[in-house]
T-cell receptor
Framework: DTAVSQTPKYLVTQMGNDKSIKCEQNLGHDTMYWYKQDSKKFLKIMFSYNNKELIINETVPNRFSPKSPDKAHLNLHINSLELGDSAVYFC???????????????FGQGTRLTVV | AQKVTQAQTEISVVEKEDVTLDCVYETRDTTYYLFWYKQPPSGELVFLIRRNSFDEQNEISGRYSWNFQKSTSSFNFTITASQVVDSAVYFCALRHNRDDKIIFGKGTRLHILP
């Protein structure tokens, strides 16, 4: 059973298109994240949600809109894709704020987005 | 401000040598968590270890060991008798207890040469 799964794994699309990446976790975690990893391997947090509520929004362009229909899912929709959006996008989940125990984030396998 | 610094961008060592990856963090919080992750060439992010701010015990797990020192805000990672399979990018990360934000250092790319 995959703990954090995201689809698709690869996404190639033209500039100006709109695309979505889906993420699901079956760990019962309260917090989910989206991270962007650029070509230099820098991992930057984009958003986090706790129990469907937006907690962190790290000055990401408005073209990126996360949606959390329930605490097990966090999808990322990107409008009007640009060349600079090409990157690997990782979904992750963790227990939640002020929780003890296994506080690390569990990551999905990543979605490699290529904008041409 | 919250910050993680991995000053070593890239390291190359010959197989069987020991290697230490450095991590220095900044935080104003008293409760926080530190992690190391490994990203092999296949691309997934693999969790290696967690350490919380009130537990300064060092840890050894097989060939891996971690040295956490609050006095110097460092959380270094040592691989003993390195192997080619250890070649990967290694990330140090910091999480605050109050808002769950996890930030990563820029990573250290480790090459183990046969």
């Amino acid at each position: 059973d995959t703990a954090v799964s995201q689809t698709p794994k690869y996404l190639v699309t033209q500039m100006g298109n709109d695309k979505s990446i889906k993420c699901e976790q079956n760990l019962g975690h309260d917090t989910m994240y989206w991270y962007k990893q650029d070509s230099k391997k820098f991992l930057k947090i984009m958003f986090s949600y706790n129990n469907k509520e937006l907690i962190i929004n790290e000055t990401v362009p408005n073209r990126f809109s996360p949606k959390s229909p329930d605490k097990a899912h966090l999808n990322l929709h990107i409008n009007s894709l640009e060349l600079g959006d090409s990157a690997v996008y990782f979904c992750a989940s963790s227990l939640g704020p002020r929780r003890q125990g296994r506080t690390e984030a569990f990551f999905g396998q990543g979605t490699r987005l290529t904008v041409v | 401000a919250q910050k993680v610094t991995q000053a070593q961008t890239e390291i190359s060592v010959v197989e069987k040598e020991d290697v230490t990856l450095d991590c220095v963090y900044e935080t104003r919080d008293t409760t926080y968590y530190l992690f190391w992750y490994k990203q092999p060439p296949s691309g997934e992010l693999v969790f290696l270890i967690r350490r919380n701010s009130f537990d300064e015990q060092n840890e050894i797990s097989g060939r891996y060991s971690w040295n956490f020192q609050k006095s110097t805000s460092s959380f270094n990672f040592t691989i003993t008798a390195s192997q080619v399979v250890d070649s990967a990018v290694y990330f140090c990360a910091l999480r605050h207890n109050r808002d769950d934000k996890i930030i990563f250092g820029k990573g250290t790319r480790l090459h183990i040469l046969p």
